[in-house]
T-cell receptor, first 114, second 111 residues
Framework: DADVTQTPRNRITKTGKRIMLECSQT?????MYWYRQDPGLGLRLIYY???????NKGEISDGYSVSRQAQAKFSLSLESAIPNQTALYFC?????????????FGPGTRLTVL | QQQVKQSPQSLIVQKGGISIINCAYE??????FPWYQQFPGKGPALLIA?????SEKKEGRFTISFNKSAKQFSLHIMDSQPGDSATYFC??????????FGTGTRLQVFP
C-alpha cells in the first residue's frame, strides 16, 4: 500500500465550483505539505503544516485553504475554482526525527478548471 | 532571498553520455541540498542529497558537486540511460525547514 495517497487522482470542474483535494498518509509523519506543479515553474508550496495545530501559508496560498483534520490527513480546498488553478497538485510528508529533511510525495492530483 | 535557480529547462542526451543539471542559490544559510527525480505520472522522489561540509557526493552513476563559494551545486549523471529520462528538481533548505525547489529540468536520454 502507498504511504501517501491522494484523492481524487483526476478532477475536471467548472469555474466557480468548490473543490477539495484530500491527502492521507500512513507514515506517521507530523509534517505535511501541499504543492502545485506547473510546466516551467517547478514545485511551488501552497500551504504546510508542521503538526496538527500548525498551519502556515506557502508562497502561493491565495485562492486556497487547508484543513489538518488529523496527523494523517491534510486537505486542500479551492473555494471558487478558476482556470488559472489548473495544475498538478502534490501532497508530501516529512519527519525530521526519522528521515531528516526528505519529503515523501503522493502520486498527485491532476485538476482541470474549465 | 529564497530562490533556487535551475538550468537548463530541458536536456537531451544520448545513451552513455553525461547529463549535467545546474542550480544556484542565494541564501547562504541553506545547509541541505537534495535532488528529486520525477517520472511521468508519479510524485517526485529523493534521488541524492548533500550538505555543505563536503564538495562532492556520489551514489552509483549520480554525483552532486557543490561549490559553496559560488553558491552553486550540480547533478551529474554518468553513463546516462533511457531509464533516467525524467524531470529532475534541485532544492535547498535551512536546517529542517521547508524545501525551496528549483523549476525543474526535463531530461530525455535517447538510445
Amino acid at each position: 500500500d502507498a504511504d501517501v495517497t491522494q484523492t481524487p487522482r483526476n478532477r475536471i470542474t467548472k469555474t466557480g465550483k468548490r473543490i477539495m483535494l484530500e491527502c492521507s498518509q500512513t507514515k506517521g509523519h507530523d509534517r505535511m505539505y501541499w504543492y502545485r506543479q506547473d510546466p516551467g515553474l517547478g514545485l511551488r508550496l501552497i500551504y504546510y503544516s508542521f503538526d496538527v495545530k500548525d498551519i502556515n501559508k506557502g508562497e502561493i496560498s491565495d485562492g486556497y485553504s487547508v484543513s489538518r483534520q488529523a496527523q494523517a490527513k491534510f486537505s486542500l480546498s479551492l473555494e471558487s475554482a478558476i482556470p488559472n488553478q489548473t495544475a498538478l497538485y502534490f501532497c508530501a510528508t516529512s519527519d525530521p526525527y526519522s528521515s531528516g529533511n526528505e519529503q515523501f510525495f503522493g502520486p498527485g492530483t491532476r485538476l482541470t478548471v474549465l | 532571498q529564497q530562490q533556487v535557480k535551475q538550468s537548463p529547462q530541458s536536456l537531451i542526451v544520448q545513451k552513455g553520455g553525461i547529463s549535467i543539471i545546474n542550480c544556484a542559490y542565494e541564501n547562504t544559510a541553506f545547509d541541505y541540498f537534495p535532488w528529486y527525480q520525477q517520472f511521468p505520472g508519479k510524485g517526485p522522489a529523493l534521488l541524492i542529497a548533500i550538505r555543505p561540509d563536503v564538495s562532492e557526493k556520489k551514489e552509483g552513476r549520480f554525483t552532486i558537486s557543490f561549490n559553496k563559494s559560488a553558491k552553486q551545486f550540480s547533478l551529474h549523471i554518468m553513463d546516462s540511460q533511457p531509464g533516467d529520462s525524467a524531470t529532475y528538481f534541485c532544492a535547498a533548505s535551512w536546517h529542517t525547514d521547508k524545501l525551496i525547489f528549483g523549476t525543474g529540468t526535463r531530461l530525455q536520454v535517447f538510445p
